[in-house]
């Protein structure tokens, strides 16, 4: 079996990969950052923040957009929506699953959700919205 001469695609594509591999060149003050495993990294993780701590695989609500209007318009306007945390980012960051139904799509054969970026002040616990509307029917 002969193998046939690469063209200009597969040779910017292994290129670009190469230099993926490669990696950037990062200023000394990003490389010396505290990472997984780091005392800074967890003590700065060790802090409640909003009065909550919300470590990976813990369920909480996050506000996200449901249509492109909301997108578009102010996010403390969007709803409160369930999720979970996918994992722990930084201090105080977090990369959030939005698993609410309005948003369920197929990808290969499977149910996907969206995913993004909050900072843990912007999550609540789920509870919040139940205690919520205790409060809300007790004024009644």
Do not use: N
């Not at 997108?71 to 930084?90: H, I, K, M, T």
């Not at 996907?112 to 139940?130: G, I, M, N, W």
Request: include cysteine.
């Amino acid at each position: 079996m002969s193998r046939r001469a690469p063209d200009e695609a597969e040779r910017w594509a292994e290129a670009m990969y190469a230099e993926i591999l490669a990696g950037p060149e990062w200023p000394a003050d990003v490389r010396s950052a505290p990472g997984p495993g780091d005392p800074e990294l967890e003590e700065a993780e060790a802090e409640p923040e909003a009065g909550a701590s919300f470590p990976e695989d813990s369920r909480a609500e996050i506000r996200y957009p449901l249509t492109r209007k909301q997108e578009l318009g102010d996010r403390p306007a969007w709803p409160w929506l369930p999720g979970w945390v996918a994992s722990v980012c930084g201090p105080g960051e977090r990369e959030i699953c939005v698993q609410a139904p309005e948003l369920a799509m197929e990808h290969q054969g499977e149910t996907v959700y969206p995913v993004c970026f909050r900072d843990a002040s912007e999550l609540r616990a789920l509870k919040a919205e139940l205690e919520a509307e205790r409060e809300a029917g007790a004024g009644l």
